[in-house]
């Protein structure tokens, strides 16, 4: 599930757990977690996994499984 921007706690200031599946932004690229977590893909690096975006994403809308050239 797409889950916006990576967040690392919730408004009231609780850890936010990432799940299985889940797409986040991160530093201007698309991670999908591959492995409950509630740490960064930057943190943890083995439980997530670039979706194949190399080059920031500067849309609000990002597409959650892009191809090259894509806009």
Known sequence: ???GNYKSKNDVGQPILYS???VVINQGKVYECLDSTVESPTQS???WKVTGVDHPITGSNPPIKPIENQT
């Open 20 to 22: 299985r599946g889940d």
């Open 45 to 47: 690096p083995s439980k």
């Open 1 to 3: 599930m797409f889950r």
